[in-house]
């Protein structure tokens, strides 16, 4: 069984100030996961994977995640956010059976960039 | 790339009509598509995978009679939502999972769909 917990569901930032998205998850397996963005009445975009080869994982936009195994967490974090950012974000994971499988989505946080 | 698109975008029907919502993987072939739903500010929740040349697997829930998934090429998936009510108004999202990298989906931009 595995599990992804995102801890704000709202998150509020000035821009040009760091972001900080917090998601632990639960697998029984060596985990994939992953971000994903949402814009309004849009569809998921990929920001970045983490697979194994290292847990800071670097993905687009400027955004970046470390996975912490020993804190189970795989927060995404940007150092300068931008008006472009305010959007929903979705930490995801899939067991190490592939994506196949499917994936287990947390419920979300909505980033809100204040001007 | 990896580019998935759904069509149409939008659609609205009449209460008890049949709605049929198409998935193409662009650029790649996809031997297994899936298809989730989302509710207003909720996550997406996944409704069916669809395997190419095979009957899709329905998650716990979703009725299979109701909502009919059809993945005959490497390229193309189709829900097709029968005699539609309004509680089936929702937005429709399809992925697909590309072959260069096994557990990673792609996402289409999704389909609104209101019934009246």
């Known amino acids: 069984a595995q599990s992804v917990t995102q801890l704000d569901s709202h998150v509020s930032v000035s821009e040009g100030t760091p972001v900080l998205l917090r998601c632990n998850y639960s697998?029984?397996?060596?985990?994939?996961l992953f971000w994903y963005v949402q814009h309004p009445n849009k569809g998921l975009q990929l920001l970045l994977k983490?697979?194994?080869?290292?847990?800071l994982v670097k993905g687009i936009n400027g955004f970046e995640a470390e996975f912490k195994k020993s804190e189970t967490s795989f927060h995404l974090t940007k150092p300068s956010a931008h008006m472009s950012d305010a959007a929903e974000y979705f930490c995801?994971?899939?067991?190490?059976?592939?994506?196949?499988?499917?994936?287990?989505f947390g419920k979300g946080t909505h980033l809100i960039i204040q001007p | 790339g990896a580019v998935v698109s759904q069509h149409p975008s939008r659609v609205i029907c009449k209460s008890g009509t049949s709605v049929k919502i198409e998935c193409r993987s662009l650029?790649?072939?996809?031997?297994?598509m899936f298809w989730y739903r989302q509710f207003p500010k909720k996550s997406l929740m996944l409704m069916a995978t669809?395997?190419?040349?095979?009957?899709?697997?329905?998650e716990q829930g979703v009725e299979k009679d109701k909502f009919l998934i059809n993945h005959a090429s490497l390229t193309l998936s189709t829900l097709t939502v029968t005699s539609a009510h309004p509680e089936d108004s929702s937005f429709y999202i399809c992925?697909?999972?590309?072959?260069?990298?096994?557990?990673?989906?792609?996402f289409g931009p999704g389909t609104r769909l209101t019934v009246l």
């Open positions: 995801v994971v899939s067991s190490s059976g592939g994506g196949a499988d499917g994936l287990t």
């Open positions: 983490y697979t194994s080869a290292a847990t």
């Open positions: 992925s697909a999972l590309v072959p260069w990298d096994v557990d990673t989906q792609y």
């Open positions: 697998s029984s397996y060596s985990p994939s």
């Open positions: 650029d790649f072939q996809a031997t297994t």
């Open positions: 669809s395997n190419e040349g095979s009957k899709a697997t329905y």
